[in-house]
């Protein structure tokens, strides 16, 4: 199994999640949605810590 890789509609969603959690603490002022910074890296990075407990983000396997 590849945690290292995840599908390529939640690398997007995650990078855009991430963006806008940043911008709306910058707009605010609110220093929690800087968190935005943990999806951002997570989808610039291609990996999902989260994959490893709930494997539902993992691609599928080639059957061999």
């Keep these: 199994m590849?945690?290292?890789k995840i599908r390529k509609v939640c690398r997007v969603v995650r990078i855009v999640v991430g963006l806008a959690l940043i911008?709306?603490?910058v707009?605010?002022?609110i220093?929690?949605?800087y968190l935005g910074?943990?999806?951002l890296?997570?989808?610039i990075?291609?990996?999902c810590p989260l994959c490893i407990f709930s494997k539902k983000c993992d691609l599928p396997q080639d059957s061999e």
């Design 37 to 39: 910074v943990l999806p």
């Design 31 to 33: 220093n929690w949605f």
């Design 23 to 25: 911008v709306t603490g």
């Design 2 to 4: 590849d945690f290292n």
């Design 41 to 43: 890296i997570a989808g």
């Design 45 to 47: 990075a291609n990996f």
């Design 27 to 29: 707009i605010t002022g």
